[in-house]
């Protein structure tokens, strides 16, 4: 059993959990296993790949013949509806609208279960499952936020995937403005947080 992640601090968190278990720092369009599973499981991570073609056909090559792959991860344009409302209602705000438009989505997305059916298949995987779910979850402010701080935020408010230079100031007014708007959602201190999931399972 082999676990694989980009992020080193991930990576360290694992091995301390799991010391039977290897675990390597590596970029899933990096993975070089040929033939070597029989199970590959990607949880929340397809949508972050930045080539998923390559991701997806490595691991149909990590696979042994008949291996299966599974995926769960937030899918299509919309998949976060509470969190896109928020973060729109946010950035209407003068001081962050002029920085925002020059934003550009890091997110790899389409837009239904045929779209994700070809894509699979077309990377060599025979369908099995595929389907799209839209979960609901109530949440409390606190609890929706620190939910986003450790999802959407990674791609809304990161330097990263501006085009223009963007400050400490612009990340921590805009995650206020959406803490602010989850607030002014919320009933009770409660929200409705709601994601399009897609499960798939494909055999190799």
């Known amino acids: 059993m082999v676990g694989t992640d980009i992020s080193q601090g991930m990576v360290e968190e694992a091995r301390a959990l799991y010391p039977g278990i290897e675990f390597r720092r590596l970029a899933a369009e990096e993975l070089d296993y040929d033939a070597e599973f029989d199970v590959v499981f990607c949880n929340s991570a397809l949508q972050w790949f930045s080539d998923a073609v390559r991701a997806v056909r490595a ?89 986003y701080r450790t999802g959407a935020a990674q791609g809304f408010a990161n330097k990263a995937f501006y085009e223009v230079e963007v400050d400490e100031e612009y990340v921590a007014a805009f995650n206020s403005a959406v803490r602010e708007e989850m607030e002014n959602a919320a009933a009770g201190g409660v929200v409705e947080v709601d994601f399009n999931r897609l499960y798939y399972v494909g055999r190799a």
Do not use: N
């Not at 001081?95 to 699979?120: D, G, I, K």
């Open 59 to 147: 691991m149909r090559s990590a696979l042994t013949s008949g291996g299966r792959l599974g995926v769960a991860c937030p899918a299509t344009y919309e998949f976060a509806p509470f969190f896109g409302t928020v973060i729109m209602a946010a950035i209407r705000r003068p001081e962050l609208a002029r920085v925002f438009a020059h934003w550009r989505s890091p997110w790899f997305q389409l837009a239904s279960v045929e779209e994700y059916r070809t894509f699979f298949e077309e990377c060599g995987f025979k369908t099995g499952l595929v389907r799209l779910d839209h979960e609901v979850d109530s949440l409390t402010v606190d609890a929706a936020f620190d939910l």
